[in-house]
């Protein structure tokens, strides 16, 4: 029998509440690709890469940017603050990463974060008080909102004065209005905003263009996509533990929306899943672990938002939360992160199901009273990040991911045993080397 051919344009999704690793499988992917988009989500996401010892976070553009045959697309279906955008370009190219259209291309179609919407997001977070959702208070959520109800601000209005400042006439004196009278802040001015746009849209505007003809005639050449999400399933804003979500939608589905590439160009979704569960800010966490041995794994596993900086919250792995993910992703290949970070433990627990459901209810109140039924396996006590081959884990490093994989019922095709760019391992073509 001839070899199954490898799919061509894949899908990189997160199974849990983000922060799951997909930086790291984006970079080994991308070595095999020809473009990585990004298709949703805003600045309010952080990738993180290690590479030769030195870190990068990324936040908005594709984690598929140090590699130099790739070109990196930022869809219609993000949501850009051009200021972070331009001084993450000012740190790629400290890193030596030159950029032009043949690396970076920015959708003239995706909505911009304006200063309004972040002071917006940080007053509206603050009067909530105890009921706050944990919101990044980058100005995401509001300009979601504005997207939707029509009178957003997108980067081909960035890039004409005229029309920037007609925008903002008609949608300021509302702003304005929510600030004032609402909360008790200070006022923009058009004058103020076009004078901020202005060395912005200079910077941007060599690397703006029409995406998704780009990607049609990548995908007609049969040049390989790489689809990037951001933050995870379980923070979409219609199957995610709603209200403590994200304002965009995170599944694979959005990949298609997001880009302007129909389902049928689809061909494989990648899912990632940390061998724990960890979750930053509010909402419920079945599994967490309020105890010392969070604290440990927080700790091991460095569990800090690379955005924000705040702790994550740590549990142990729940297999129907990831099992659900899988379904609403249409998941075809598994990638378990930082296995290494249970090196040394003697007992581990998977949560199979919940005490009276197998998967996730839709309501938040109703997913925290729920009871995880556990099932404990044998940990291990070797350092395995120097594995690089599957036979090379410890046994009972091996019956843990098997497990895992009966559970969620897909193969877990790339194991990763430590944060450098090279510490993993792989069970499937899809994410062998090139070449």
């Given at each position: 029998?001839?070899?199954?051919?490898?799919?061509?344009?894949v899908?990189?999704?997160?199974?849990?509440?983000?922060?799951?690793?997909?930086?790291?499988?984006?970079?080994?992917?991308?070595?095999k690709?020809r473009?990585?988009?990004?298709?949703?989500?805003?600045?309010?996401?952080?990738h993180?890469?290690?590479?030769?010892?030195?870190?990068?976070?990324?936040?908005?553009?594709?984690?598929?940017?140090l590699?130099?045959?790739?070109t990196?697309?930022v869809?219609?279906?993000?949501?850009?603050?051009?200021?972070v955008l331009?001084?993450?370009?000012?740190?790629?190219?400290?890193?030596?990463?030159?950029?032009?259209?043949?690396r970076?291309?920015?959708?003239?179609?995706?909505h911009?974060?304006?200063?309004?919407?972040?002071?917006?997001?940080?007053?509206?977070?603050?009067?909530?008080?105890?009921?706050?959702?944990g919101?990044?208070?980058?100005?995401?959520?509001?300009?979601?909102?504005?997207?939707?109800?029509?009178?957003?601000?997108?980067?081909?209005?960035?890039?004409d004065?005229d029309?920037?400042?007609?925008?903002?006439?008609?949608?300021l004196?509302?702003?304005?209005?929510?600030?004032v009278?609402?909360?008790?802040?200070?006022?923009?001015?058009?004058?103020?905003?076009?004078d901020?746009?202005?060395p912005?849209?200079?910077?941007?505007r060599p690397?703006?263009?029409?995406?998704?003809?780009?990607?049609?005639?990548a995908?007609?050449?049969?040049?390989?996509?790489?689809?990037?999400?951001a933050?995870?399933?379980?923070?979409?804003?219609?199957h995610?533990?709603?209200?403590?979500?994200?304002?965009?939608?995170?599944?694979?589905g959005q990949?298609?929306?997001?880009?302007?590439?129909?389902?049928?160009?689809?061909?494989?979704?990648?899912?990632?899943?940390?061998?724990?569960?960890?979750?930053?800010?509010?909402?419920?966490?079945p599994?967490e672990l309020?105890?010392?041995?969070?604290a440990?794994?927080?700790?091991?596993?460095?569990?800090?938002?690379?955005?924000?900086?705040?702790?994550?919250?740590?549990?142990?792995?729940?297999?129907?939360?990831?099992k659900?993910?899988?379904?609403?992703?249409?998941?075809?290949h598994?990638?378990?992160?930082?296995?290494?970070v249970?090196?040394?433990?003697?007992?581990?627990?998977?949560a199979?199901?919940?005490e009276?459901?197998?998967?996730?209810?839709?309501?938040?109140?109703?997913?925290?009273?729920?009871?995880?039924v556990?099932?404990?396996?044998?940990?291990?006590?070797?350092?395995i990040?120097g594995?690089?081959?599957?036979?090379?884990?410890?046994?009972?490093?091996?019956?843990?991911?098997?497990?895992?994989?009966?559970?969620?019922?897909?193969?877990?095709?790339l194991?990763?045993v430590?944060?450098?760019?090279d510490e993993?391992?792989?069970?499937?073509?899809?994410?062998?080397?090139?070449?």
């Amino acid at each position: 029998m001839s070899a199954q051919p490898q799919p061509r344009n894949v899908v990189l999704t997160g199974l849990q509440w983000g922060d799951e690793g997909k930086g790291k499988v984006v970079d080994v992917l991308a070595a095999k690709s020809r473009y990585v988009a990004r298709f949703q989500g805003g600045n309010n996401a952080g990738h993180t890469l290690v590479v030769d010892g030195r870190k990068l976070v990324l936040h908005v553009v594709p984690s598929g940017i140090l590699n130099p045959e790739v070109t990196c697309v930022v869809g219609n279906g993000v949501v850009v603050d051009p200021e972070v955008l331009c001084r993450e370009l000012s740190a790629l190219q400290a890193w030596g990463v030159p950029l032009s259209a043949q690396r970076l291309v920015i959708s003239d179609q995706a909505h911009l974060i304006l200063p309004y919407h972040r002071t917006l997001d940080d007053c509206r977070e603050t009067a909530l008080g105890g009921r706050k959702i944990g919101t990044t208070k980058k100005g995401i959520g509001p300009a979601y909102e504005d997207k939707v109800a029509r009178r957003g601000v997108r980067i081909c209005d960035l890039l004409d004065q005229d029309a920037l400042r007609e925008r903002l006439l008609a949608v300021l004196p509302e702003k304005n209005r929510q600030l004032v009278e609402w909360y008790g802040d200070a006022t923009h001015t058009v004058d103020e905003l076009l004078d901020w746009a202005r060395p912005l849209a200079a910077q941007l505007r060599p690397l703006v263009a029409d995406t998704v003809a780009l990607l049609h005639q990548a995908n007609a050449d049969g040049a390989p996509i790489l689809f990037e999400g951001a933050q995870g399933t379980f923070l979409d804003v219609d199957h995610g533990t709603y209200p403590f979500v994200t304002s965009s939608n995170t599944v694979a589905g959005q990949a298609c929306a997001g880009t302007g590439v129909g389902p049928t160009d689809i061909h494989a979704v990648v899912g990632i899943a940390k061998a724990y569960t960890t979750r930053v800010g509010a909402g419920p966490f079945p599994t967490e672990l309020d105890d010392d041995l969070g604290a440990h794994i927080r700790q091991v596993g460095q569990e800090y938002g690379a955005t924000t900086g705040r702790p994550r919250r740590c549990g142990w792995f729940d297999a129907a939360l990831v099992k659900h993910g899988v379904r609403l992703n249409g998941t075809t290949h598994l990638a378990l992160t930082k296995l290494d970070v249970l090196s040394g433990l003697e007992t581990l627990q998977i949560a199979v199901r919940y005490e009276t459901r197998d998967t996730p209810p839709a309501g938040a109140e109703a997913l925290a009273a729920v009871r995880p039924v556990y099932e404990t396996l044998p940990g291990w006590s070797e350092d395995i990040s120097g594995c690089r081959t599957w036979d090379s884990l410890p046994a009972t490093c091996r019956a843990y991911v098997q497990r895992i994989e009966a559970l969620v019922g897909v193969p877990v095709g790339l194991v990763s045993v430590g944060p450098g760019r090279d510490e993993i391992l792989t069970r499937d073509p899809l994410f062998a080397p090139a070449g």
